[in-house]
């Protein structure tokens, strides 16, 4: 499956969480779309996104590490439907978005946690996904660059071509 289509089937799921192992569950799943993309982005992705692109890679993996694992069907990972990954900047564009709404997500159940371990998971959690948006967003502003300088490329080349 594409990846911006999996990214706004998280995007609504988290948005429609009932609970905290709810919310939870939606906010592992995005961290582990996050990490999946960016190994994608690291192995076939325009090259001067790869060093950034593993960064999200390690990022996103601690995201999920610091949460406790949901008990899902192996065919509800959406990591692990991932497929394509078309336009590295409309996805890196809808991952940033994602991880933004993860970070609001888990302000609010540490605000509401009811116990210290959830509170902690959800700060670990909230530093993971800030970082992994800066890594996103730093990807998004090599991709500007890049698209900046070749036009001038291809106008200056003694071919025109």
Same mark, same amino acid.
């Given at each position: 499956m594409?990846?911006?289509r999996l990214?706004?089937?998280?995007?609504?799921?988290?948005a429609g969480g009932?609970?905290t192992?709810e919310m939870?569950a939606?906010?592992?799943q995005a961290?582990? $779309?996050?990490?999946?993309?960016?190994?994608? @982005?690291a192995v076939? /992705?325009?090259?001067?996104l790869? *060093?950034? %692109? &593993?960064?999200?890679?390690?990022?996103a993996?601690r995201g999920c590490?610091v949460l406790d694992?949901?008990?899902?069907?192996?065919?509800?990972?959406?990591a692990?439907q991932?497929?394509? $990954?078309d336009d590295a900047?409309?996805t890196? @564009?809808?991952?940033g /978005?994602?991880?933004?709404e993860? *970070?609001i %997500? &888990?302000v609010?159940m540490?605000?509401?946690?009811?116990?210290?371990?959830t509170y902690?998971q959800c700060?670990?959690?909230?530093?993971?996904?800030?970082?992994s948006?800066?890594?996103? $967003?730093?990807m998004l502003?090599?991709l500007a660059?890049?698209?900046?300088v070749?036009?001038?490329d291809i106008?200056d080349?003694?071919?025109g071509?």
């Amino acid at each position: 499956m594409d990846a911006v289509r999996l990214i706004l089937t998280s995007r609504r799921a988290l948005a429609g969480g009932a609970d905290t192992a709810e919310m939870m569950a939606e906010v592992w799943q995005a961290q582990a $779309l996050a990490q999946a993309i960016g190994s994608r @982005l690291a192995v076939s /992705g325009p090259p001067e996104l790869r *060093g950034e %692109a &593993l960064g999200l890679t390690e990022l996103a993996g601690r995201g999920c590490g610091v949460l406790d694992p949901p008990e899902l069907d192996p065919g509800d990972l959406r990591a692990a439907q991932l497929t394509q $990954l078309d336009d590295a900047r409309e996805t890196l @564009l809808c991952l940033g /978005g994602l991880l933004g709404e993860v *970070g609001i %997500a &888990l302000v609010g159940m540490a605000s509401a946690a009811a116990d210290e371990t959830t509170y902690w998971q959800c700060m670990e959690a909230i530093d993971a996904a800030d970082e992994s948006r800066d890594r996103v $967003l730093e990807m998004l502003r090599k991709l500007a660059a890049r698209e900046e300088v070749l036009p001038g490329d291809i106008q200056d080349s003694p071919s025109g071509v």
